[in-house]
Antibody, heavy 121, light 107 residues
């Protein structure tokens, strides 16, 4: 059974930093691309970033480019999202999401339960 | 970015009704269209991918159709478990986008 468990969310001041983690199990982690998708309170879904299974390719939404960095540790089956220069508009539940293949594939077939990031003074 | 527009935003229906949700893309996405169901406080669940392929374990009352820029999710006979918010999602490139959601409510 695929399991994705996010952690690291919390309250942070504007301009601050936070690192999210996602522990994966139930599949061969290194064989699948992964993404982060966020959902602001009461709003819809917004794709944030993508990383290939080998970590050789990363992509970012324009709204986070230059501030967020996605990475993965395939030896630990863990996905990360380093978030710097946080803004109020980054407040959202952040979901870790598994793609249906390892490289240039963009369908998400499984999601974690999400972790809430609140940016506020 | 490709914009995805869903209609309606809210749909009121009764158990047993046939319901349809429409999604329009701002440019052609071929068949790279998925539908997700989300319940309050829960993660989205994949229902349909590549326009009409039913994800494993999803009831057959869910179906998808369309191509190019116009797509439809149909629930043939609404069940109590189906009251939720539904999102269409284009994944034709890495810069993927979602519709704004359609909330299916009990009439």
């Amino acid at each position: 059974e695929v399991q994705l468990v996010e952690s690291g969310g919390g309250l942070v001041q504007p301009g601050g930093s936070l690192r999210l983690s996602c522990a994966a199990s139930g599949f061969t982690f290194s064989s699948y691309a992964m993404s982060w998708v966020r959902q602001a309170p009461g709003k819809g879904l917004e794709w944030v970033s993508h990383i290939s299974g080998s970590a050789g390719t990363t992509y970012y939404a324009d709204s986070v480019k230059g501030r967020f960095t996605v990475s993965r540790d395939n030896s630990q089956n863990t996905l990360y999202l380093q978030m710097n220069s946080l803004r109020a508009e980054d407040t959202a539940v952040y979901y870790c999401a598994k793609a249906d293949c390892g490289g240039e594939c963009y369908l998400t077939d499984y999601w974690g339960q999400g972790t809430l990031v609140t940016v506020s003074s | 970015d490709i914009q995805m527009t869903q209609s309606p935003s809210t749909l009121s229906a009764s158990v047993g009704d046939r319901v349809a949700i429409t999604c329009r893309a701002s440019q052609s996405i071929n068949s790279w269209l998925a539908w997700y169901q989300q319940k309050p406080g829960k993660a989205p669940k994949l229902l349909i991918h590549k326009t009409s392929s039913l994800q494993s374990g999803v009831p057959s009352r869910f179906s998808g159709s369309g191509s190019g820029t116009e797509f439809t999710l149909t629930i043939s006979s609404l069940q109590p478990d189906d009251f939720a918010t539904y999102y269409c999602h284009q994944y034709s490139s890495y810069s993927r986008t979602f519709g704004q959601g359609t909330k299916v409510e009990i009439k």
